[in-house]
């Protein structure tokens, strides 16, 4: 993003009409050992409310850690974050703990991290509202009515060993979505499911994200996921690099259809990370030329001009 552009986000977010996320020049560095390890790189990212967008990226791209960050787990060693308005670098450990039980939902990859096997389903999403300070009178309701929206209502009385892996993942998601959080964080929900669970279990993040409006970003290496949502943001090496856009559109024939677009994405700095394949393709390394035109920037390899000239 521009720095006009992300100066003006972060001054919207905080009177509360800006993006629901707001990641801002993003730095994460760890130390181990007396060795740096730089897990975010300068990340900029904007969720809108209610959106429901897929985070996509390799090992060590810095996606947990992000994720780690937004649930309040973890602090940025500098940049801006905020969730819902709520600047996570001033907050209180009391405003923290409230803010991890009432904002944000996390659901992990394994169910069993959100599920106590000796309870049952009904009892599980319920779990968190006693926590939260929920009426004893509104959670029986609340966690039904969850129940219902996800799909396993005739999973309420059940414990975990009586159910499905698919059944088990929605009602962990039940559970994250107990307090009626505004974001739910979701860490590679469908990566230990078959297909037919795995699109159960996406189906139910929709009807979530339909029905109680959260806001919704779910790190996935599941291409079925990933391309079921009108906004995928990859990273790579601690920034966001890319992003596919999708929208119906209708065509000459007036056939309606499905249009993916892809695009680099400009950080507040004017920088930009070029596809591999392009890069590669062009052998493209270490020094490029650049040409401004009238619509278009050109980058080329720094040896091509001469060679052209000559």
Not at 143 to 172: I, N
Request: proline content about 3%; overall charge negative.
């Amino acid at each position: 993003m521009s720095t006009a552009t992300s100066a003006t986000s972060a001054t919207r977010s905080r009177r509360g009409d800006g993006p629901y996320i707001l990641c801002d020049n993003l730095v994460r560095i760890f130390s181990a050992e007396g060795v740096e390890v730089v897990a975010l790189q300068g990340l900029d990212l904007t969720v809108e409310k209610g959106e429901l967008v897929a985070l996509v990226g390799a090992s060590g791209s810095g996606k947990s850690t992000l994720l780690a960050i937004l649930s309040g787990l973890d602090t940025p060693s500098a940049g801006v974050v905020r969730v819902a308005g709520r600047d996570l670098l001033t907050l209180s450990a009391r405003d923290r703990l409230h803010y991890r039980r009432r904002t944000v939902g996390f659901l992990h990859q394994q169910a069993a991290a959100n599920l106590l096997p000796y309870l049952s389903a009904q009892e599980n999403v319920e779990l968190p509202m006693s926590l939260a300070r929920v009426p004893r009178s509104e959670r029986a309701t609340r966690a039904a009515e969850t129940l219902e929206v996800l799909g396993v209502a005739d999973c309420a009385a059940r414990r975990a060993h009586e159910m499905s892996g698919g059944q088990q993942q929605r009602v962990a998601l039940g559970v994250a979505l107990a307090n009626r959080p505004g974001v739910l964080l979701a860490d590679e929900p469908t990566g230990e499911l078959d297909s037919r669970s795995s699109d159960e279990v996406f189906a139910a993040i929709r009807r979530a994200n339909d029905t109680f409006g959260t806001t919704v970003l779910v790190v996935t290496h599941d291409a079925q996921v990933s391309e079921q949502v009108a906004r995928t943001v990859g990273i790579r090496d601690g920034r966001t690099s890319s992003e596919v856009r999708r929208r119906t559109a209708v065509d000459e024939h007036g056939n309606e259809g499905l249009v993916a677009e892809e695009f680099a994405v400009l950080d507040r700095a004017g920088r930009l990370q070029l596809p591999r394949q392009f890069t590669a393709a062009l052998e493209l390394r270490d020094r490029v030329r650049l040409d401004l035109e009238t619509d278009h920037i050109g980058v080329w390899p720094a040896g091509r001009r001469e060679e052209d000239q000559g």
